[in-house]
């Protein structure tokens, strides 16, 4: 089952690349821009990853980011993530970008945005690996904060293919974003949030109806309410559902009450996916492995799940159907 999981062709939809930054790479970041980190080693570093909430995960984990200061370090922070996809046969990515979380430290948008592209470009060339950027906005900071970040990324839109919305649930619900959310719409970007991770049932509704995104991040509390696991299962709205990432926040406390294959059974558009694999002990192969271990996912249901990862990425339509094609070979 570990060689069929890591084998088998797949697609990330759920991933911020500040949270693919590993100790190691920390360390040497930090090292090469003359930053003192608050840890001695990066064993000691990795045993502080121990989180209660998400809360407690995005305080270190902000403060983390602080190394990358370079166009350099955004393209081996990027690099680094995209050696893990080509190892673990992952074809095809969405990934998340924070730059609030760099612009407000002094870093410039141009410096994060093209060290990140570049290594993506990298990625099509030498690996074949398709992608497609998301930025997201911190819902922690004001809805005029988003606006003006958006304006930030007017020069650099045929970059970036949709917009997302992170950090803090609790107390900063979707209606928060509801006309930054509109303008980039009516601009042509897709749209994505965090909902129902850590808040209510309520936030994947209101991201539904009043953002009007294209997918829900996470929603694993939409189970909560059986008149929407029925409208997500009609409407085909996908999930991006992080295993690993909700026991470590402890969304969920055993991977063995993990709702995601219970939603599948009832035809949810659940997808796996790995949020930031760096603090949450895996890539992709390790979250659907966890699901095996703890659900006894069946190679059925991983096929299954990942055929959802394809259909509802934003790819064309026809590299959806070129991957759906080498998913299909791969499971005769
Ligand atoms: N939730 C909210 N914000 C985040 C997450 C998450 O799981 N990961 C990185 N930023
Ligand atoms: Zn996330």
Redesign the pocket.
């Known amino acids: 089952m570990e060689h069929f999981l890591n084998a088998m062709p797949k697609a990330e939809l759920h991933l911020?690349i500040e949270?693919t930054l590993e100790p190691e790479l920390m360390f040497k970041l930090a090292e090469r821009n003359g930053i003192e980190l608050p840890y001695s080693s990066v064993d000691q570093l990795r045993a502080a990853y121990d989180f209660g909430n998400?809360q407690d995960f995005?305080d270190p984990?902000y403060q983390g980011a602080e190394v990358l200061q370079t166009e350099q370090d955004f393209y081996d922070l990027t690099w680094a993530y995209i050696e893990r996809c080509h190892e673990q046969n992952v074809i095809h990515i969405e990934p998340f970008f924070?730059p609030q979380t760099h612009t407000d430290r002094g870093i410039p948008f141009a410096t994060v945005i093209n060290g990140i592209s570049r290594a993506l470009e990298d990625a099509k060339t030498r690996y074949g690996i398709s992608s497609g950027l998301i930025m997201c906005f911190l819902r922690h900071l004001s809805e005029e904060q988003a606006f003006d970040t958006l304006q930030q990324a007017l020069p650099y839109l045929d970059r970036i293919i949709g917009i997302g919305l992170?950090?803090?649930?609790q107390g900063h619900p979707p209606t928060k974003f509801q006309r930054v959310f509109a303008k980039a719409r009516a601009m042509g970007l897709l749209l994505v949030a965090?909902a129902g991770?850590e808040g209510p049932a309520q936030n994947v509704i209101d991201s539904l109806d009043l953002l009007h995104v294209d997918r829900i991040d996470?929603g694993v509390r939409a189970a909560d309410d059986p008149a929407l696991m029925r409208r997500l299962a009609e409407e085909k709205i996908a999930l991006t559902v992080?295993p690993l990432?909700n026991t470590r926040?402890r969304v969920f406390s055993d991977m063995r009450e993990h709702n995601i294959l219970q939603m599948l059974a009832v035809g949810v558009k659940v997808t796996v996916n790995s949020?930031?694999p760096a603090y949450f002990g895996g890539y992709m192969t390790e979250n659907f492995l966890a699901l095996y271990h703890a659900l006894n996912l069946s190679k059925e249901q991983a096929l299954e799940l990942t055929r959802n990862s394809f259909e509802y990425s934003f790819a064309s339509r026809e590299r959806k159907d070129e991957m759906l094609v080498l998913l299909n070979r791969f499971a005769a």
Not at 166 to 169: F, K, M, N, R, Y
């Open positions: 911020h949270g998400l995005l984990y924070d992170d950090s803090s649930e965090h991770e996470h992080c990432s926040l949020d930031d």
